[in-house]
């Protein structure tokens, strides 16, 4: 037995509530991903972080549309439903395309972020120790637990190895005196560590993309589903009205009225 116009009509409004919920959750997790990605722009690149700025931007959109989504459901007009049906596609087709363009960058990631780097490092190599390019390196060197792009090795040219990668630097001289005399020092590059950070968070941005690509397209069925139960039920309206109509309608014969016969008059 198909649903009748009420059954959708909830259906719709309870799809949009949930889709309402899902843009939250969308908004908190591409914003905390894009948080992570930003605050290693400057050796990433920030082409990197591009998916996870359109999908920031979707659950903007997405908030939006689910509120008209409950207007139109409400107000029952079929052009209205159908215009939200629509507009729920494309909010569903771009989530999907940032699914593969996310993969996409996942897969060149690894190119992006050497050229990136290195760039960067010898931008900042000649730098001074106390610089902001010093200390985004400083930085990347106590938290990843690395030295350089790819070793210590990419210091032999300066002829000396800055602090952070013994697991200090000019950020922890300032509270503290140095206490090391940098005999662990760091072996490992922060290339490799950073593009496996990089990965590791684009492939959530992609799987975030794909989840709700998929749970937000039930809402396109429900909603069509909802236009065309408006129009069967408008269609249904007009017959039982023109019905109405025909079995009240007088009859033409029992309007006639007869005609009497002419008398004759008589001759004399």
Known sequence: MAL???CWKYLVLTFNVLFAMSAVVLFCTSGFL??????????????????????LMMAIITCSISWIGWRTAKSMHQIHVIIT????TLVVVIEFACFVWAMVVWDNVEIDIKTTMTSY?????????????????????????????????????????????????????????YTSDCSTLYQRGCGNLLHQYAKEHLLWVA??????????????????????AIKEKRRASI????????????DDSLLATPTAPNPTLPKY
């Not at 049906?85 to 729920?88: D, K, V, Y």
């Not at 900042?124 to 010093?134: F, G, H, L, Q, V």
């Not at 060197?141 to 070793?151: A, D, L, M, N, Y």
């Open 85 to 88: 049906a629509l507009l729920i």
């Open 121 to 177: 490092f010898m931008m900042s190599n000649a730098s001074k120790e106390t610089s902001t390019d010093s200390v985004r390196w400083d930085r990347l060197h106590v938290k990843f637990e690395c030295c350089g792009v790819s070793g210590p090795n990419d210091y032999s040219a300066a002829g000396h190895v800055p602090f952070s990668c013994c697991g200090q630097g000019p950020l922890d001289s300032i509270q503290k005196p």
């Open 239 to 250: 017959r039982h009205s023109m019905s109405v109509r025909e079995n009240f309608a007088p």
């Open 34 to 55: 894009l948080y992570k990605l930003f605050v290693f722009r400057h050796f990433i690149g920030i082409n990197v972080e591009y998916p996870a700025i359109l999908l």
């Open 207 to 228: 799987m975030t993309a794909l989840t709700a690509s998929l749970l937000q397209s039930s809402g396109i069925f429900c909603t069509f589903f909802l236009a065309h």
């Open 4 to 6: 009748s116009s009420n």
